[in-house]
């Protein structure tokens, strides 16, 4: 059994004199003088120069330790196989208000440390009115703050999952949840892949990098956001990941001798990596400190980059795999890698996904309140009939039919995972598909195989509704089967999904979205309850935008929100969107404060431009790589079609409109019915440049 002893942070007078020698004899580079933004080649010679000095007059180490041993903190000697004895450092604090405390573990990342767990611990350990209380444990990761160096090729995260599964059990918590981010993100996959569900019983990430489902899933406006901001961070923010993996002891060298070079590494991103959080140059200068002062040196933190990539599959590949352990799921966008939230259903089931600014109930619904009123009262009718919803793009149709959802089955609805399927075609062709799925619902988007979608509606339906109802305890005996986009199913899925609704009605019902009902067939139209969500007003969504701003504490800017609700064209997910990225990009926000458009937006402005410039073979080929960088980011074909499309027609003469509008409707349809997506969108770039040079040349076409 791993001994547990009692700790005190106590760092020797000898090493705060050094750091003192080293800060006194500190020389700072020059800096460009004059940027229109002062970070942008990283920190600011002032924010080093004021820090530097702060540190070396004014901090004061010892007040700063006093206070921190005020947390009950513990070392607990672990064996890790193969690699022998380790002092894990841990902050341990057991709830005192009930004797069902869930035990709690809470990893944390780089730059990060056990700190973070400091102001969170009484609100933890006390469950507040409403929340359960913890046993929290908050360990130092081997390599951390006053854990052990690692010391030892090979030592990579899934040890370090070993190393902190067994703090737990040597604690008593044979059962325990665990909350992480970042590398700790990567340390509790591993716990879960590695010793769930008998010890630990679930998760919560406050992101998560899984892997994209095998076949292509729909993408809303936040999930192609999400990508934008994942690929800027990639190609602008990740150089640290590569150094610090690739070439950790060049790095080392710096980050140890130069206690202002370990200030600015951090500083920057404890900037860069946070939502407008204001630091005191105490709070900076404490987190700094705690990696100078670490037990296996300033620079030993780098060692779990490194040997996480040399893994084969490397262990953010490994942990991807999928576990039965539930799983929770925060989304902020100031995270670094947004992926999809689909995605999240990869790694396991997801029972809980906290996306801020959306609704849950149908009773936080903040306009059309008397829809939301007649399909709560459906809900509990006991007698819930088939949906077909429409209305327009960001409209609010899919968050109000989760909440329905929520209203007929209660919370358990929430906990999905996606599931890959294939069905065979009468021509032998398989198919791949995703479904996402609950024990109580399946939602689905058969258009994803084009002209196959019949062979998916009829038998994922006939089988969904020849099962009977898993759970015993559930509200309603039938399964609900949401079906996206159902405006765009051909006509021979929509007979197939008739007959399915006429004759397997006592087990299933069917929510069909829709933009319009124009396309959908009279005979499901009749046999289906029609609701209409009509786009919210300009005025709603300045409602939406003010209650999400004081929610989260940002300056409240009625102009701005106006200008919002009106470039948003009454689309509320796509106000959410600007609104967001808008308090992400400054951290002052006025009337006048510009609203970004997507970057994929602005690429496909550039696009229209290029085309309108030059109609040539070599223009073709250019904006040919640019559709392929739209495609490969999962930007949908259509909306690529329908955007450039909208570009185009503001730059042309209006008798030139219908035409181009034609010939877009003419290859949105074909891009519905092939395969090879990049070939209608170049033949449509070809059509116009024809279409427009004609024009110019005074040629009827």
């Given at each position: 059994?791993?001994?547990i ?19 006194a ?12 933004n ?7 010679l002032?924010?080093?120069?004021r820090?530097?000095?702060?540190w ?12 921190l ?10 064996e ?6 380790y002092d ?8 005192q ?32 009115t409403d ?6 444990v ?7 703050g ?21 703090v ?19 340390v509790t996959r ?17 992101n ?7 076949q ?14 994942t690929?800027e ?27 202002v070079?370990?200030?600015a ?9 946070s939502d407008?959080?204001?630091?005191s ?15 296996a ?5 780098l ?14 590949e ?21 992926l ?17 600014l ?25 007698d ?5 919803v ?10 109000r ?9 209660g919370?358990?609805v ?12 009468t021509?032998?062709?398989k ?21 196959y979608?019949?062979v998916?509606?009829q ?5 969904v509704?020849q ?18 986009e ?19 009605s ?5 929510i ?16 289906t ?18 209650s999400?701003?004081?929610?989260e ?6 102009h ?22 808008i308090?992400a990009?400054?951290e002052?926000?006025s ?8 970057d ?16 040539s ?12 960088d ?27 409109k219908?035409?181009v ?25 070809a ?15």
């Amino acid at each position: 059994m791993a001994s547990i002893t009692p700790f005190k942070i106590s760092i020797s007078d000898e090493k705060i004199k050094r750091l003192q020698q080293k800060l006194a004899l500190t020389d700072l580079p020059s800096e460009v003088p004059e940027l229109t933004n002062p970070w942008a080649r990283g920190v600011p010679l002032s924010e080093i120069k004021r820090l530097t000095l702060h540190w070396q007059h004014n901090f004061n180490w010892r007040a700063v330790e006093t206070k921190l041993n005020e947390l009950p903190q513990y070392t607990a000697n672990i064996e890790v196989e193969d690699f022998g004895k380790y002092d894990v450092h841990f902050v341990h604090q057991r709830s005192q208000v009930t004797t069902d405390a869930i035990p709690l573990l809470v990893l944390h990342g780089w730059p990060s440390s056990f700190l973070q767990v400091r102001d969170m611990l009484p609100i933890l350990v006390d469950g507040g009115t409403d929340g359960p209380a913890f046993h929290v444990v908050a360990p130092s990761l081997i390599d951390f703050g006053f854990s052990s160096a690692s010391n030892k090729k090979g030592f990579n995260v899934e040890h370090h999952a070993e190393a902190y599964h067994k703090v737990m059990l040597a604690l008593g918590y044979n059962e325990y949840v665990v909350q992480a981010g970042d590398l700790g993100y990567l340390v509790t996959r591993f716990i879960a892949l590695k010793y769930g569900s008998k010890h630990c019983k679930a998760y919560h990430l406050n992101n998560a990098a899984p892997a994209e489902p095998k076949q292509p899933s729909p993408l809303d406006d936040a999930d192609l956001a999400g990508l934008a901001r994942t690929k800027e961070f990639s190609t602008r923010g990740n150089a640290y990941f590569l150094l610090q993996s690739t070439k950790p002891q060049t790095l080392a060298y710096s980050l140890t001798d130069s206690p202002v070079g370990l200030l600015a590494w951090i500083y920057e991103k404890l900037v860069d990596w946070s939502d407008g959080y204001t630091w005191s140059d105490d709070d900076i200068l404490t987190w700094v400190s705690i990696y100078y002062f670490s037990r296996a040196g300033p620079a030993a933190s780098l060692n779990i980059y490194y040997e996480n990539e040399q893994q084969a599959p490397t262990a953010f590949e490994k942990a991807k795999e999928w576990s039965d352990v539930p799983l929770g799921v925060a989304r902020f966008e100031k995270d670094l890698v947004l992926l999809p939230k689909a995605w999240n259903a990869t790694l396991g089931p997801v029972v809980l996904e906290m996306d801020r600014l959306r609704p849950r109930s149908l009773e936080s619904l903040t306009y059309h309140s008397d829809l939301s009123a007649r399909l709560k009262s459906l809900a509990q009718s006991g007698d819930f009939p088939h949906l077909l919803v429409y209305g327009p793009s960001g409209a609010g149709k899919k968050t109000r039919i989760i909440a329905t959802l929520k209203e007929l089955y209660g919370p358990g609805v929430e906990k999905i995972k996606v599931d890959a399927r294939v069905f065979q075609t009468t021509s032998n062709r398989k198919l791949e598909f995703n479904i996402v799925a609950s024990v109580y619902h399946l939602e689905i988007t058969p258009s994803d195989v084009g002209t196959y979608d019949r062979v998916v509606v009829q038998e994922l339906l006939k089988e969904v509704a020849q099962t009977q109802q898993v759970d015993q305890s559930a509200k309603q005996r039938f399964k609900v089967v949401v079906i996206n986009e159902a405006d765009h199913l051909t006509r021979d899925a929509q007979a197939a999904l008739r007959r399915t609704m006429e004759k397997y009605s006592p087990n299933l019902r069917l929510i069909l979205l829709a933009n319009s009902t124009s396309n959908i067939i009279a005979p499901i139209r009749s046999r289906t309850l029609l609701v209409r969500v009509a786009a919210p007003s300009e005025l709603d969504i300045c409602n939406v935008l003010r209650s999400a701003a004081e929610k989260e504490n940002w300056t409240v800017s009625e102009h701005l929100n106006q200008r919002i609700a009106k470039e948003s064209a009454r689309n509320l997910r796509r106000a959410l969107l600007m609104f967001e990225a808008i308090y992400a990009q400054n951290e002052k926000v006025s009337d006048a404060t510009p609203i970004p458009p997507p970057d994929w937006e602005a690429l496909i402005s550039v696009i229209a431009d290029e085309i309108l410039a030059e109609r040539s073979p070599a223009r073709i080929l250019q904006v040919r790589e640019r559709l392929y960088d739209l495609l490969t980011h999962c930007i949908p074909p259509t909306t690529i079609l329908k955007t450039l499309t909208f570009k185009l027609i503001t730059k042309v003469d209006d008798a030139l409109k219908p035409e181009v509008i034609k010939w877009s409707a003419f290859y949105e349809h074909r891009i519905k019915l092939g395969s090879k997506v990049i070939f209608h969108l170049e033949a449509f770039v070809a059509k116009f440049m024809r279409i427009y040079e004609g024009y110019l040349m005074g040629m009827d076409f």
